[in-house]
């Protein structure tokens, strides 16, 4: 049977990055039990168990990363013993003759599986936390070109004053300073499981080691250090906490809902013919109508983060099902909801680095839709100035309403431009500020501090934000694979 005759998840064959689908990988998973089994070893002769020999901690060092070959083997010994667990100590112990007897000593499966996992987490949130950076720094830079630049502003997506792009920007820049704040929370709260045996009473441990207590906690907090963790977890079940999950996976879902609203706000625009996302010289936006230019980054962004939010509900129903010190119906789940979730961040950051660096404005676009909408946004500039003409505010309010109903009649009915700014320019009442009018529909003049506000956000929240992830920050072009 070929590859291509078995399903493959599009998350790691079609969009995910190389490195984060090598977190995930089967080889990761079984190298890192062994990287633990070897760590294990390593604290407990530390600590005086002599059974443990030097031959053999050499033996696990040289076997550590597994190979096509052992992998195979363990799956052929699973399908024997049926523990995934127990089939990779025997495979390990093979490759290792002189720590076979060894391998594993004081553990339960939830030493390699759920350490390994807390490994993965960790190490997850190091390859996406640097995406985040880059996409929020060069969405900076896009906020500082725009700044100055009128957009019409919307609410209910319907006209509303006007602001900035540059403005607009900010605002998503905003949320994901939150979610690099709670990325980083989530990955520096992470410890380690450590040992802690079949129910979390250190029983077996105790017992290797005669009854000392001290000797216990050193290995707890040995194992830890060697594996370069901070922290450890003082006290579990057999397993860590699946609160811990939530705890991991719930910025995640939050960040989903920041990059949908992007990318939905992308997608609106780009209906507009206001900004559109990067779209290549060779790219086919329709296969029947060749003039399109669909915004299908956008649109995978907005799919994908519907499926990362869906995850967090996973996670959740999980730790609340837990019985006593654990049950084994969180197992399967979790395969798929942690790589899941991680492969699919990824995925998402990497669309919205090519996205931020290539967005595409269209000015002359943007200012025409302005001048379409302006004239009745300015009737209160207008009214104000006719009352420095020593004109009567009321006067002046119904002369503006009288007008703007007809030239809203123009555009809704006729189909026509809106033509208020003409119909006041002919009107007598308002000739006091005929010469003013160009000045009072200057569109600078109706962003409010939009442009100041920006230079402020920009050099002082995302500047301190960033300051801790500089080194992270670089210029490389990410393209798409698809």
């Known amino acids: 049977m070929s590859e291509f005759d078995k399903y493959a998840t599009p998350l790691s064959s079609r969009y995910a990055s190389k490195e984060m689908s090598a977190v995930f990988s089967l080889r990761n998973r079984f190298s890192t039990w062994r ?68 391998i594993h000593l004081g553990a339960t499966s939830c030493y390699v599986t759920d350490n390994a996992d807390l490994i993965f987490l960790r190490d997850a949130y190091d390859l996406v936390i640097p995406k985040l950076v880059n996409v929020i720094d060069r969405l900076s830079k896009f906020a500082m070109e725009y700044k100055d630049l009128p957009v019409l502003g919307w609410t209910h997506f ?42 979390g009473t250190q029983a077996s441990f105790l017992s290797l080691f005669h009854g000392d207590h001290d000797k216990v906690e050193a290995l ?50 780009a209906n507009l013919k206001e900004v559109e996302e990067p779209f290549e010289k060779s790219q086919i936006g329709s296969s029947a109508m060749a003039y399109k230019r669909n915004p299908m980054r956008c649109e995978r962004v907005c799919s994908l983060a519907r499926h990362l939010g869906s995850l967090f ?14 049950t084994l119906d969180d197992s399967a789940i979790r395969r798929i909801s ?71 009649a123009v555009v809704k009915e006729e189909g026509g431009d809106n033509d208020l700014i003409e119909r006041i320019k002919k009107d007598e009442f308002f000739k006091p500020i005929w010469n003013e009018l160009d000045a009072l529909l200057e569109p600078s003049t109706f962003v409010g501090r939009a442009p100041q506000q920006v230079e402020k956000f920009i050099d002082n929240d995302v500047k301190n934000a960033l300051a801790p992830h500089a080194s992270m920050i670089n210029d490389v072009e990410v393209k798409l694979s698809v």
């Open 338 to 408: 942690l790589p899941g979730a991680f492969l699919t961040t990824d995925i998402l950051l990497s669309t919205l680095l090519n996205i931020s660096s290539g967005l595409v404005v269209y000015p002359k676009v943007i200012a025409r839709r302005i001048k379409s909408e302006l004239p009745f946004m300015a009737t209160e500039n207008i009214i104000m100035a006719m009352v420095e003409k020593n004109a009567s505010r009321q006067d002046v309010h119904e002369q503006i309403r009288v007008l703007s109903h007809q030239a809203a």
């Open 220 to 269: 707890d907090k040995r194992v830890t250090e060697l594996l370069g963790f901070d922290t450890v977890y003082p006290v579990t079940g057999q397993t860590y906490s699946r609160k811990i999950d939530i705890d991991a996976l719930a910025p995640l879902a939050s960040f989903a809902a920041t990059a949908h609203k992007m990318a939905t706000d992308i997608r609106l625009l």
């Open 313 to 326: 509900s996973d996670a959740v129903q999980t730790a609340s099902v837990q019985w006593f010190e654990r």
């Open 35 to 102: 990287k633990l089994w070897l760590n294990l070893a390593i604290a407990e002769k530390e600590l005086g168990l002599d059974v443990i020999t030097d031959a053999a901690i050499e033996q696990m060092k040289q076997h550590l990363t597994i190979t096509d070959e052992e992998i195979a083997a363990a799956s052929k010994q699973e399908a024997i013993v049926r523990h995934d667990v127990m089939a990779h100590v025997h495979t390990f112990g093979e490759s290792c003759p002189d720590a076979a007897g060894i």
């Open 158 to 199: 319907q006209p509303a004053q006007l602001t900035t792009l540059g403005k607009r920007t900010t605002l998503w820049i905003q949320e994901l300073l939150w979610d690099l704040r709670n990325f980083v929370r989530a990955r520096n709260d992470l410890g380690l499981r450590g040992v802690k045996g079949t129910t």
